[in-house]
């Protein structure tokens, strides 16, 4: 997922991937003129069907341990499963690296859960659950997911690089299918991810902990049992989200309040001074680097769903401020100050257009909405993950914007009322202590 995600992809690739591409801009519109007047609905549609799912069978994965020795990993019961292929044409574009074609066989969770909350608003159930059910399978004893795995081939799961922001968007993914068909279907995984969010909540600071698991800087060796013990600011936003519509699809679960999770990310991790949000805390102290969803295209979302439309509009100018900018065509969004390249973070942009819409604001969301059908139409769909070559942020069609592409256009156009992230975080909204 977003800045995470990135690195943990280009820790399952050779250690020269995604480390030093570099090079200029490489989506830019035809010379004829055709993408100037792309309109969003279809090229929204278009992307919506270019996402792309595979069977995904029962078999013996393995995870590495920290001599690289495989440890065994047994999925769950899965019939007429899928996974969705995350990164589906990792070749489309010039100037990628050797090697980027295995991203082909990598599924990732979070990708997995995008792609069921929009198959699940589009109505479309059997689709939605195929993934879901794949997902069941693949959850950890503790109730947490590994990042990423393999969908047919070598059979690697990265079970050991766990990370609290994936885990809570596939709780938001599976209490929005139960709130849809209350089925019941995924209750006790559900529970049982709440239990891992529990577990990794800190008291002392009122936020969720990161996760497990740490790759070496150069992607050469993994420690499974490193313990992340800093709070992200992207992470307890997933996590607020989650667990409040955990709350509203089964009443009678154990769940953190997704509000008062809010109302401290609100609290501790706002640089009052700055105008924005910390990326997040560290046992030292908060890390005031900017990220684009910590700074304030996901915080602004949170702000308008706190009840907080002043600071959600203070964030997202201090998005423009500090991350925004110009390449050549394209109004761009940088993903941090730590990736000194000009490139595009398309998915973490996104946000910014659903939350402009939320805040009245629709003339400057259509004009986001307006500049992404045009990089699909000349980039092609799924919509590509960045603009320029970069560490950790590749030139590749990705599920990850594709679908927020088409949530944002499904809210801003008025095709369907506001779903993705639409849950009340105000306190008065809060359920019961239990």
């Known amino acids: 997922m977003t ?25 830019t519109p035809p010379a004829d003129g055709r993408c100037a007047a792309a309109e969003p609905w279809s090229w929204a549609t278009a992307a919506s069907d270019a996402l792309q799912t ?15 020795k495989p440890v065994p990993f047994e999925p769950g019961p899965c019939a007429d499963c899928a ?39 589009e109505g ?59 089925e019941g279907r995924y209750r006790l995984a559900m529970r049982r991810a709440a239990g891992y969010l529990r577990d990794r909540f800190a008291p002392n600071l009122g936020l969720v902990l990161g996760g497990y698991g740490r790759w070496s800087a150069d992607g050469a060796s993994f420690e499974p049992l490193a313990r992340a013990d800093w709070a992200s600011t992207e992470h307890n936003i997933d996590a607020a989200f989650a667990l409040r519509a955990a709350a509203l699809a089964d009443a009678e679960g154990e769940y953190l309040d997704g509000a008062r999770l809010a109302a401290t990310i609100a609290e501790r991790l706002f640089l009052g001074a700055d105008g924005h949000y910390a990326r997040g805390a560290r046992p030292d102290g908060l890390d005031a680097e900017p990220a ?51 490139t595009w973070f398309v998915e973490g942009s996104v946000a910014r257009a659903i939350a402009l819409h939320r805040l009245g604001r629709s003339e400057h969301a259509r004009a986001d909405l307006a500049q992404l059908a ?53 306190l008065s909204a809060t359920t019961p202590d239990r």
Not at 390 to 414: H, I, M, N, S
Request: charged content about 20%; some cysteine; glycine content about 10%.
């Open 3 to 27: 800045r995470a995600a990135a690195r943990a992809l280009a820790a399952l690739l050779p250690l020269s991937l995604l480390a030093g591409c570099g090079g200029g801009l490489v989506v």
């Open 54 to 68: 595979r069977p995904f069978r029962r078999r013996q994965l393995y995870d590495l341990d920290a001599t690289n």
């Open 83 to 121: 996974a969705v292929v995350s990164y589906p044409a990792p070749t489309r574009h010039p100037g990628g690296p050797d090697g980027l074609e295995r991203l082909a066989d990598r599924s990732f969770t979070y990708d997995n859960a995008l792609y069921a909350l929009l198959r699940v608003e």
């Open 124 to 182: 479309r159930k059997s689709a939605a659950r195929a993934v879901l059910d794949t997902l069941a399978a693949l959850q950890r004893a503790d109730g947490a997911w590994g990042f990423s795995f393999a969908i047919e081939h070598d059979g690697f799961y990265n079970l050991g690089y766990v990370r609290s922001g994936a885990v809570a968007w596939v709780l938001y993914a599976m209490a929005r299918y139960e709130r849809r068909y209350g």
């Open 292 to 342: 684009l969803d910590a700074v304030g295209t996901w915080s602004a979302l949170l702000d308008v769903q706190r009840g907080d439309p002043a600071r959600a509009a203070t964030v997202l100018a201090a998005t423009d401020r500090l991350l925004g900018g110009v390449d050549g065509p394209w109004r761009i969004w940088r993903p941090g100050d730590d990736n000194p390249a000009q």
């Open 374 to 426: 045009r990089w699909a139409c000349a980039g092609g769909v799924p919509l590509t993950y960045a603009s320029r070559w970069a560490k950790d942020f590749p030139v590749t069609p990705a599920v990850a914007p594709t679908v927020w592409f088409v949530f944002a256009a499904r809210e801003v156009l008025g095709i369907a009322p506001p779903s993705l992230w639409a849950e009340s975080l105000a």
